[in-house]
């Protein structure tokens, strides 16, 4: 029952902005790590930015200092802000969460969302 919906992607020129949206939904106790992972056609997954439930913040070398993570609790979202984007940040970007569901033994598992295409121009 637990769903993740992103939102936000588009196409940008570079050194453009964008803001990624992802909200957890469904039946659940908790939230803890949300992450971003992005993927290009033809390469693999790769993590972008990851937040702990108490807001520790980690990102990959390569978007440290132009990215931003953030979450909010209340409302169980978390978001990506990419400025100065590069036309090398085109990928499709996928929401990741740690979530326990309501109808599982409490143990906290990942759920993806479906991504959201970003594509940078250059």
């Known amino acids: 029952q637990v769903q993740l919906a992103e939102s936000g992607g588009g196409l940008v020129h570079a050194g453009g902005s964008l803001r990624l949206s992802c909200a957890v939904s469904?039946?659940?106790?908790?939230?803890?790590?949300m992450r971003w992972y992005s993927q290009a056609p033809g390469k693999e997954r790769e993590l972008v930015a990851a937040?702990?439930?108490?807001?520790?913040?980690n990102y990959a070398d390569s978007v440290r200092g132009r990215f931003i993570i953030s979450r909010d609790n209340a409302k169980n979202t978390v978001s990506l802000q990419m400025n100065s984007l590069k036309p090398e940040d085109t990928a499709v970007y996928y929401c990741?969460?740690?979530?326990?569901?309501?109808?599982?033994?409490?143990?906290?598992?990942?759920?993806w969302g479906q991504g959201t295409q970003v594509t940078v121009s250059s």
């Open positions: 990741n969460a740690d979530v326990a569901p309501r109808t599982g033994w409490g143990y906290y598992a990942a759920y």
């Open positions: 469904g039946s659940f106790f908790g939230v803890k790590t």
């Open positions: 937040i702990t439930s108490d807001s520790s913040t």
